[in-house]
């Protein structure tokens, strides 16, 4: 009798089982009142000057450029394209967070397949930027500043420095996200005043020189001869910030409390006090008629920051980047002064130094490697974090012990883990003298999740966001064709790259 009862139990737990796998998840907790927006953007800022932060430390300080001094202008025109897919993405995927309070990956889990879903994004975030291309890219100019050969430390202690003094900016804050955002807006404010000034410097002395990088904006359909594809596939993933980029911005935006995400709660660092994560996300009361206005006063906010502190930032310094790259480092390239082999070698990061050597002399030379010690640094803070971030997030809704172990502990034990493993890769000299092939290895990768991401997105929000909160008919179409159009660049990118 017992047999029986427990087969029909069993039975019955693999039929609901079934059943939940490929069904919609359409639960929520109880539905809530839309906090008040802000009045203006002074509000919400962050989640947007974090995301740039990292994205100038990725693509635009290493990769854009080194393409740019092998093939000169002509690929210009892909850098807006794929910046403005990225802006639709990164709209799009945080339109759900501020709807409902969860984070992408969490929305994401409610389509068919689940864990499936949930487990494709963490492998392949962690894959792409497991590797501390970063740090390693900051120890290289750090190593050059301090002397080179005669440094006090090699390329190996200054890696595991580097590394180990993002573990302490990010445990030390009460909360992770405000030293996170600090480092970003000191890093964002200092390079990209230095990069217009340098910019304008060079443009007055070389007119033409200006004149052809915004003829390349315009050189739709250009490719080389001869281009590394990979390389190539790897800029295009990480102009802006591809990979898991737009997916951590949701978790930025909830940690900032836009929207219904201020009922979720916020992560602190050691010295913060634990709390609470809520497993669920919320249902806006949309009977009251002043909660939907306040909730699309919300979005319309955060289109805006997207656009002022990503979109524009990120299109500005790519665009000072690759310029300077194609004005100063490719002559030198094309004369012989600089050999191929230093594009992916140690000097890929410090032969950059030249942009600022232009209007300060011998001091913007050391200046530089200072500057680019820091925003490295500061993008390996951002990676490291965001890996740490989306792994105790993620595992805390859908496992209950770890759920037990409250947000904070979670955190700080996955931020050992990757810590860890950075050291370790670190220490064994693995792309010591090639830190672009490191940087470039992991935004390839990346492009795995941005081409399956997609469509997920294009589900989250157009079928399982509220009836109430979904877009109109025309604007649907142009943001869902914004997005295929991206998944389909991506999708070319990567396999041309194999």
Not at 397 to 402: D, E
Not at 479 to 486: E, I, V
Request: proline fraction near 4%; hydrophobic fraction near 50%; include cysteine.
């Amino acid at each position: 009798m017992d047999v029986g009862v427990k087969g029909k139990s069993s039975n019955s737990n693999l039929s609901m089982y079934i059943q939940s796998f490929t069904k919609f998840d359409r639960s929520f907790r109880d539905l809530n009142n839309v906090p008040e927006p802000p009045k203006n953007l002074l509000g919400i800022i962050g989640p947007g000057a974090i995301l740039t932060a990292m994205a100038i430390g990725a693509g635009e300080l290493i990769l854009w450029p080194v393409l740019v001094t092998q093939h000169g202008y002509g690929l210009l025109w892909i850098i807006p394209i794929a910046l403005i897919v990225q802006y639709f993405w990164v709209v799009e995927s945080c339109r759900w967070t501020v709807s409902t309070g969860e984070s992408w990956i969490q929305g994401t889990g409610r389509i068919p397949g689940r864990g499936l879903w949930v487990t494709l994004w963490l492998l392949s975030m962690t894959i792409s930027l497991i590797w501390p291309g970063w740090a390693v890219s900051s120890a290289s100019a750090l190593w050059v500043f301090t002397g080179g050969s005669k440094s006090p430390l090699d390329l190996v202690g200054w890696g595991i420095v580097s590394y180990l003094l993002c573990v302490i900016a990010l445990t030390i804050p009460r909360y992770v996200y405000s030293g996170l955002y600090t480092a970003s807006l000191i890093s964002l404010a200092v390079f990209n005043i230095g990069l217009i000034i340098s910019g304008t410097a060079v443009a007055i002395n070389n007119p033409s020189s200006f004149t052809n990088a915004l003829s390349g904006l315009i050189n739709f359909g250009y490719v080389p001869s001869g281009v590394d594809m990979r390389l190539l596939a790897s800029a295009i993933g990480w102009a802006g910030l591809g990979s898991m980029g737009n997916a951590f911005y949701s978790l930025y935006v909830r940690d900032r409390g836009v929207g219904m995400a201020s009922y979720v709660g916020r992560i602190p660092g050691v010295l913060g006090k634990s709390t609470t994560i809520s497993d669920s996300g919320f249902t806006p009361d949309l009977g009251k008629a002043d909660n939907a206005t306040k909730l699309r006063k919300w979005i319309k906010l955060l289109e805006k920051e997207v656009f002022t502190f990503f979109f524009i930032p990120s299109l500005i310094s790519l665009f000072l980047f690759t310029y300077l790259a194609g004005a100063l480092l490719r002559p030198a390239l094309l004369r012989g002064d600089l050999r191929p082999s230093d594009l992916s070698g140690i000097t890929a990061v410090v032969m950059q130094s030249k942009f600022f050597e232009v209007i300060l002399g011998p001091a913007g030379y050391y200046i530089y490697l200072l500057v680019a010690v820091f925003v490295l640094w500061s993008t390996q803070i951002g990676i490291l974090d965001a890996m740490a971030r989306t792994w105790a997030d993620t595992t805390s809704i859908y496992i209950k012990r770890v759920r037990d172990l409250g947000i904070k502990k979670t955190y700080l034990m996955f931020l050992a883990v990757f810590t860890l493993v950075g050291l370790v890769v670190i220490t064994s000299g693995l792309f010591r003298h090639q830190p672009v092939e490191l940087v470039k290895l992991g935004a390839y990768l990346g492009l795995i999740q941005q081409i399956l991401s997609i469509p997920a997105t294009i589900v989250l929000n157009h079928y399982l966001m509220p009836k109430e909160l979904r877009k109109a008919a025309g604007v649907k179409a142009l943001f869902s064709g914004a997005l295929l159009t991206g998944m389909l660049l991506y999708l070319i990118s990567f396999i041309g790259g194999l």
